[in-house]
């Protein structure tokens, strides 16, 4: 079984979130899907301190919304 890496997410400023630059955060999944792996990381949500599952592309998303309180984060 391997690790898991679970970064820290930090709180933006819920007003001021484009919404074209973000994306949502999902409950976590324990799946092996290779070559896949890469492109999705843990964050903690650094509001209600749950897991979520993102997609790690800073370059196209800037903030996730946490799926369990909704509130916004950066990765």
């Given at each position: 079984?391997?690790?898991?890496?679970?970064?820290?997410?930090?709180?933006?400023?819920?007003?001021?979130?484009?919404?074209?630059?973000?994306?949502?955060?999902?409950?976590?999944?324990?799946?092996?899907?290779?070559?896949?792996?890469?492109?999705?990381?843990?964050?903690?949500?650094?509001?209600?301190?749950?897991?979520?599952?993102?997609?790690?592309?800073?370059d196209v998303y800037l903030w996730f919304?946490?799926?369990?309180?909704?509130?916004?984060?950066?990765?």
């Amino acid at each position: 079984m391997a690790d898991a890496n679970i970064k820290i997410g930090q709180q933006v400023d819920q007003g001021g979130v484009d919404q074209s630059k973000g994306s949502e955060g999902r409950k976590p999944e324990q799946k092996d899907v290779e070559g896949q792996y890469a492109y999705v990381d843990w964050v903690v949500c650094p509001y209600c301190y749950t897991v979520n599952e993102v997609v790690a592309d800073t370059d196209v998303y800037l903030w996730f919304r946490c799926w369990n309180c909704h509130n916004y984060f950066q990765y």
